[in-house]
């Protein structure tokens, strides 16, 4: 089975960015990004699948990562080897638990995303593909998640110099792709109204 049912792409200056609906344990990048929580001990949603998919090495290094530097903070992003996942690395970031919205959760997703591209910067990847940090047991409402990761990516992939030329989401159903989707629209029609005035 194709890991992906639905993609879209966009051209954002010398790169690109992907909606996709699939699995995120079967899609093809460079890097896939786990949205982790602060210990890295795996867990439910796409931490647990992407555990159980890249196998036991990735615990083993979650483990001695955690062991030096005692928990990972939220915004924070680290990288391990990807196990037998499809990638060449997997990008450990803590998104936040969501309240209500007015306790700095888009700053710490926004930090999530930056800081998981900072590190496949660092590690001169040159694709990357996430999940929608923090949607699931973390409670981040999908449109409001939208909200904040689509600007990062398209500011990201809009500035020039960096290794990373492709990134983007993999979303595990439609109503997410549709989500992220009608977002990504709205932002278009935005930039192209601002550039009409």
């Known amino acids: 089975m194709d890991p992906t049912q639905r993609q879209l792409e966009r051209s954002i200056g010398n790169g690109r960015l992907f909606l996709a609906r699939g699995d995120l344990t079967r899609f093809p990048?460079?890097?896939?990004v786990n949205a982790a929580n602060s210990a890295l001990a795996g867990g439910g949603g796409v931490d647990g699948a992407l555990h159980r998919a890249g196998g036991p090495r990735i615990m083993a290094e979650?483990?001695?990562?955690?062991?030096?530097?005692?928990?990972?903070?939220?915004?924070?992003?680290?990288?391990?080897?990807?196990?037998?996942l499809p990638a060449r690395y997997l990008i450990h970031t803590?998104?936040?638990v969501y309240r209500d919205g007015t306790r700095g959760e888009p700053a710490v997703l926004a930090s999530?995303?930056?800081?998981?591209?900072?590190v496949a910067e660092e590690?001169?990847?040159g694709s990357v593909a996430f999940p929608s940090i923090s949607t699931g047991?973390?409670?981040?409402?999908?449109?409001?998640?939208a909200e904040v990761a689509l600007p990062v990516l398209l500011q990201y992939l809009a500035e020039n110099g960096r290794s990373v030329r492709r990134v983007g989401l993999v979303l595990?159903?439609?109503?997410?792709?549709?989500?992220?989707?009608?977002?990504l629209r709205r932002l278009?029609?935005?930039v192209e109204a601002r550039a009409g005035d």
């Open 29 to 32: 990048a460079e890097a896939l």
């Open 62 to 84: 979650c483990r001695e990562l955690i062991a030096r530097i005692g928990r990972l903070e939220p915004g924070a992003a680290v990288a391990t080897t990807a196990g037998t």
């Open 188 to 190: 278009e029609a935005s």
């Open 172 to 183: 595990f159903s439609d109503d997410a792709f549709d989500c992220y989707e009608r977002v």
């Open 94 to 96: 803590v998104g936040p």
């Open 137 to 145: 047991v973390y409670g981040y409402p999908l449109e409001a998640a």
């Open 123 to 125: 590690l001169g990847l």
């Open 112 to 118: 999530a995303y930056r800081s998981s591209l900072g």
